[in-house]
């Protein structure tokens, strides 16, 4: 991690509702929810042990993921894709997965202590989550997003 022969760091989010993970373990679907705990468990698990710093976890979380993948993000240019994460990097939580907004609750982190966590989220330029709301504006990011 740290000379950068890992440069990218990513979550395949694969949520699932309760009832379709409920069964056999070899007939369930793949996926955990990542999206919720990915920030904090690089932060807890690289930024805190000293293996990565803050402006690496940025650049392997956000620049260079939109940099391999010609997406418009990863940067706050002006002119550019308003997509943002306001974080608290040093805000302890425990994992709640019962206080996920995602419709999946399965976690290998419920229960663990975290250090990081997001505050809100901008998409487009619009506040899509706040924390401390209910839920994000869904359907206007769907809009926005086409």
Known sequence: MKDGTIDLIATDHAP??????EREFADAPNGIVGLET???VVVTNLVE????KFPDLVDRM??????????PGGSLKKGGVA???V????????????????KGRNSPYTGMTLVGRAACTIVAGSV???SGNSAP??????RRRG
Do not use: I, M
Request: aromatic share 12%.
């Open 87 to 102: 974080f608290n990097p040093s805000e302890r939580w425990k994992v709640d997965p019962s206080q996920f907004l995602s």
């Open 38 to 40: 990915a920030l904090a």
């Open 49 to 52: 042990k000293g293996a990565l």
């Open 62 to 71: 956000s620049c260079t993921p939109a940099r391999v993948f010609n997406l």
């Open 128 to 130: 899509v989550y706040r």
């Open 83 to 85: 997509d943002v994460t």
């Open 16 to 21: 699932h509702h309760y009832d379709e993970k």
């Open 137 to 142: 504006d869904r359907e206007s990011t769907k």
